[in-house]
């Protein structure tokens, strides 16, 4: 297969795809220089008091158990899991293996080096809800959109049903974005620390699927 035999739509997603790697590094670059410049957000306080009026007990409980979804401990088990169902399934091209593992870990370690680039103060320190040392950016917002959006990217390339494709990846899709508002609403984080870990994982996230399909393209 050469250049002339790509559909005209692959450059149409091709150009989407880099705009959003584009975008979401952009996003994150902004969102970071503010934060080593130590600057308030206005958002950030808003968003507190927004969650202050609708906390309730009961929320805490469904919302503990939600930001544990996006545990460093359950996406690692979760991650072995995957690879091993993945193992039995692409017994012949192992390239979604290995991008899984460079998508997962990478992130890991990126979000950790950040972290500790950055050294922003969490807004509260609760150890029952995983939020001990720094905040920005959010690791349950970088590793979920990293995992649970390649489980998406899985559901996509998949031979199911439409109706289950969209089912499934509305179902992932809002528990990403469930599990950043947890980390808001149990008061570990702010507002700013999760949509930037979200922009972090959502382009990194393509960047490694985007290889990933080339590799797979230039294998046909």
């Excluded at 080593?36 to 306080?45: H, V």
């Amino acid at each position: 297969m050469g250049l002339n035999d790509i559909p005209r739509r692959t450059y149409i997603y091709l150009i989407l795809t880099f705009s959003l790697i584009v975008s979401g590094m952009w996003v994150f670059a902004e969102l970071a220089d503010n934060v080593l410049e130590e600057e308030k957000f206005l958002i950030d306080q808003k968003v507190q008091q927004f969650v202050q009026l609708i906390r309730t007990p009961t929320g805490e409980q469904i919302f503990s158990f939600i930001t544990d979804l996006g545990s460093v401990t359950f996406i690692t088990i979760s991650s072995i899991v995957l690879a091993i169902v993945m193992f039995f399934i692409y017994q012949r091209r192992k390239w979604r293996i290995l991008y899984f593992a460079v998508a997962i870990i990478g992130i890991g370690l990126l979000t950790r080096v950040l972290k500790n680039v950055f050294g922003r103060e969490r807004p509260n320190i609760f150890e029952e809800y995983d939020g001990t040392g720094f905040s920005f950016p959010s690791g349950h917002s970088t590793g979920p959109m990293v995992f649970y959006g390649f489980l998406i990217y899985l559901v996509i390339r998949s031979q199911w049903d439409k109706a289950i494709k969209w089912l499934l990846g509305i179902v992932l899709f809002l528990l990403i974005f469930s599990i950043g508002f947890s980390r808001i609403y149990l008061g570990v984080h702010y507002a700013t620390d999760v949509f930037a870990g979200h922009m972090l994982g959502l382009a990194w996230l393509i960047s490694c699927i985007l290889v990933l399909e080339y590799t797979l393209w230039r294998k046909k």
